[in-house]
């Protein structure tokens, strides 16, 4: 079976990836990723100008449907980040940089810029759980304003990491911004912000951060990943690519998402709730769907959902 495609300038033997923020904010962590030979890549945590603590915990909590997440963009700071993708890697590595403002945002860029990383990047602008942050790609002007000033020094490969969007306008409206930028992926979606899980025996919310308020992921959030992967692909020029990420835990949920137009399919709330495992078993799945089906490469059938 081919699973092989190029994104950026780099070959990915494996439509796998892992989820930004799962298993890659430490050297150890992507020292693992490295070992996974089902990975066609490997995505760092976003990375900042500082180094961050993160929120208070409990910041995370397991559900059977699931997950919700408040961490607070912990990680080791953007030094740490560059240096590890600027290392011999087997796979190709995308770099996932976040700011806390604009002016960070440019800074860090300016810095991957002048690097001499060749690698992918990708600006997440969809965090939702910096305390008194808004979600940047929820304003379009703001995100408009942000591309314009990256895109005019910024010529490395470049992504960006999108919330999920809940409005076909909305899937217009992006698109619109997104089409005038020479972006060479969108990853869609993060976490679906700012959800509310509630213990009823202790009558308690079950993360500390915001009241209790995170981003939610896992098998739950797949059908609107599927319609945020769907929806971009069908309005983003065909050069920008899309990777989907969300709600995966089984080889039919990947082959979804790359029948709905996913170039690349991300996994995260399964990673921690299988271990790095699953993709062994997704490959496999994946695999047996396609025999069934007589299909021999991923482009036999990516983008072609049918409608009714
Ligand atoms: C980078 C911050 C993010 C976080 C976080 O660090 O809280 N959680 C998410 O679900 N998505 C994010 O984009």
């Known amino acids: 079976l081919n699973f092989t495609s190029t994104l950026g300038g780099q070959t990915f033997n494996s439509p796998f990836l892992n989820a930004s923020g799962i298993h890659c904010q430490t050297a150890e962590e992507l020292a693992d990723l490295e070992g996974v030979k089902e990975l066609g890549g490997i995505v760092t945590k976003s990375a900042t100008l500082e180094a961050r603590a993160g929120n208070d915990k409990p910041r995370y909590y397991d559900l059977a449907y699931g997950s919700i997440n408040s961490m607070g ?25 976040a700011g806390l403002s604009v002016a960070d945002v ?3 860029l300016k810095e991957v810029q002048a690097s001499d990383y060749q690698g992918l990047t990708e600006l997440n602008l969809s965090c939702p759980n910096v305390i008194g942050e808004p979600q940047t790609a929820y304003d379009f002007e703001t995100t408009r304003k942000v591309l314009t000033e990256v895109f005019s020094f910024f010529t490395k490969p470049l992504g960006v990491k999108l919330p999920p969007y809940f409005d076909l306008v909305h899937f217009d409206q992006i698109a619109a911004v997104l089409n005038d930028f020479p972006l060479t992926h969108v990853n869609t979606i ?5 959800g509310l899980v509630v213990d009823v025996e ?6 500390k951060p915001k009241g209790g308020f995170g981003g939610l992921g896992g098998a739950m959030v797949l059908p609107t990943a599927l319609a945020n992967v769907r929806a971009l692909r069908q309005r983003l020029n065909p050069s920008i690519a899309i990777l989907g990420t969300g709600g995966v835990t089984t080889g039919a949920d990947v082959f979804a998402h790359i029948l709905c137009g996913a170039q690349l399919v991300s996994v995260g709330t399964q990673v921690i709730k299988e271990g790095l495992g699953v993709y062994a078993r997704l490959e496999k799945e994946l695999s047996d769907i396609m025999e069934a089906k007589g299909y021999t490469s991923l482009e036999d059938f990516r983008g072609k959902l049918q409608v009714m």
């Open 106 to 108: 440019i800074k860090l």
């Open 202 to 207: 202790k009558e308690q919310v079950v993360t």
């Open 190 to 194: 993060n976490s679906v912000g700012n």
């Open 73 to 97: 963009l912990p990680n080791s700071g953007y030094n740490f980040y560059l240096d590890y993708v600027q290392k011999e890697h087997a796979k190709p590595t995308i770099l996932s940089v």
